[in-house]
């Protein structure tokens, strides 16, 4: 049965948002439009502050690879999660798990639980292995589940709590000196983890949002008539794992051997283990570079044979192109914002510092804040790249109204998920996965977006009541 031919059932806020993500799906450009647009109107701001052109051509250019390191290492967090997802030993665990939901309901809510919990480790590893897990469910021939709603709930991890686990793009800047901007290191100081992530104000934030987010998945999945199954829909549920083509050549053995992926995983986990006897655990976990490692080889022990991993790798590396060709704009218009002062010697970065301090300095920081980064990541969908323009201001405006620096990071998290579940931009690799479009999904997860907006403004304010401020430390 064609999907043209099958009667929908959804009524008012289902319908609603089915209308709305076709005409975003039509009207919307490229999220990398938005960042030239965001480089057109800080410029235009710098020059309108008093900024000379000279001076803001010149700070751009200067700025515009500041952050390469920190580039690569948000590009690695794609690349390593698919290659892991992506295996042969974890596409059998998904397999063995997606037989765990007996209810197609039950099945919707469970995927969206795998999705969140497994974002909190890495973002890139939840859009494909909780894809590969929708299609797993779906090919179940005793469980009749809507595909949409199962595509949707495994979109939730990047659309709910990514931002608040241990690949956040934020707390992982701020916990590592050597990527923070020098204008930003002289306002906040470092950050590691015990600041951000795993306080115990941020697990309760996590915990509340993935309860609200398998609730509401599992009572928004369509039921009896108005299941669109993937065969319904026409999608192939054939996942075969691809085939590396065999040896030609002698001089190959050791590409299709397993003998040096084993060695550099038993050199990385002597290393780990090194670590965790050395150094505290907030300082380990709060390492990118180590934490990109261990999940690098571990994606190539997991494949086998160093063939196999770059198979797997060359697949993964289109899915790196947005936050390749995004972040270096990111950089040039936080320098932009940072450095280029205008006539009265004041750059647009401390312009906007003194506004949200003014309109934060009853309370109401942590709303403010929050409803400006969701606004803003409706217009430039970022992973949490666009912190490192927002950062400057931001934090400097924390440290105004004495808002505890580590808490105004996870203000940040929070609200950088909710455009997620409006703008389709980051469901491209999981869309690729399941073989839908962003319309077949945004209905379910604008439903998700109208419950979570009000609960992370509301737990964002009560939250940040329970924090004292603490002053900067310089590293």
């Known amino acids: 049965m064609s999907s043209t031919s099958t009667p929908t059932r959804e009524r008012g ?31 235009v701001a710098a020059l309108v502050n008093g900024s000379t052109p000279k001076t803001v051509v010149g700070v751009f250019g200067d700025g515009f690879w500041d952050l390469t390191a920190f580039t690569l290492q948000m590009a690695m967090v794609v690349l390593t999660g698919y290659v892991v997802a992506t295996s042969a030993p974890v596409a059998r665990i998904i397999e063995r798990i997606a037989r765990v939901p007996s209810s197609a309901s039950g099945a919707v809510a469970f995927v969206a639980l795998m999705s969140c919990t497994v974002s ?34 495994a979109y939730m991890g990047l659309g709910a709590v990514w931002a608040l686990g241990l690949s956040s793009s934020a707390a992982q800047l701020m916990a590592t000196p050597e990527s923070i901007p020098p204008e930003l290191l002289e306002i906040t100081g470092v950050l590691d983890f015990s600041t951000t992530i795993l306080t115990w104000q941020s697990l309760t934030m996590a915990a509340v949002l993935i309860v609200l987010t398998v609730g509401v998945a599992w009572a928004s999945a369509p039921k009896g008539e108005a299941i669109r199954t993937a065969e319904d829909m026409d999608v192939d549920l054939t996942d075969d794992i691809e085939q590396v083509p065999p040896r030609s050549r002698p001089g190959e053995w050791l590409e299709y051997s397993p003998i040096l992926p084993a060695i550099v995983g038993l050199i990385v986990l002597g290393w780990l283990v090194l670590q965790f006897s050395t150094l505290p655990v907030l300082t380990v976990l ?39 060709v995004q972040f270096p704009l990111y950089a040039g218009m936080a320098a932009v914002l940072t450095r280029a002062t205008g006539s009265n010697g004041s750059t647009v970065s401390e312009h906007l ?22 606004l803003l990541g409706l217009l430039v969908p970022s992973g949490g790249g666009k912190w490192l323009v927002e950062s400057p201001y931001v934090m400097q405006s924390a440290t105004d109204v ?5 808490w105004t990071v996870q203000i940040y998290n929070a609200a950088e998920a909710l455009p997620n579940l409006v703008n389709p931009f980051f469901m491209l690799p999981l869309l690729a996965v399941l073989g839908l479009r ?12 109208l419950f979570h907006l009000p609960v992370v403004l509301l737990l964002l304010w009560l939250l940040g009541m329970t924090f004292d401020f603490v002053a900067p430390v310089q590293p």
């Not at 439009?33 to 480089?39: D, I, P, R, S």
């Not at 004495?402 to 580590?406: I, R, T």
């Not at 999904?441 to 604008?446: D, I, Q, S």
């Open 13 to 43: 806020l289902a319908r609603f948002a089915q209308r709305t993500a076709g005409a975003t799906e039509k009207w919307f450009p490229d999220a990398y439009v938005f960042a030239l647009l965001g480089v057109v109107v800080v410029v």
């Open 438 to 449: 962003a319309r077949d999904l945004v209905g379910f997860t604008f439903l998700q977006f």
């Open 402 to 406: 004495h808002m505890n620096l580590g």
């Open 120 to 153: 909190l480790l890495n973002w890139g590893l939840s859009l494909v292995f909780s894809g590969l897990l929708a299609r797993a469910i779906a090919r179940r021939t005793d469980l009749r589940a809507d595909y949409r709603a199962l595509g949707a709930a």
């Open 353 to 374: 510092a003194n506004l949200f301090s003014d309109l934060g300095g009853s309370g109401g920081f942590a709303v403010v804040i929050a409803i400006y980064t969701a």
């Open 286 to 324: 709060s390492n990118l570079n180590g934490y990109l490692m261990v999940f690098l080889v571990l994606g190539m022990v997991l494949h086998g044979t160093p063939r196999a991993f770059l198979t797997a790798a060359s697949r993964a590396v289109p899915a790196t192109a947005g936050v390749l």
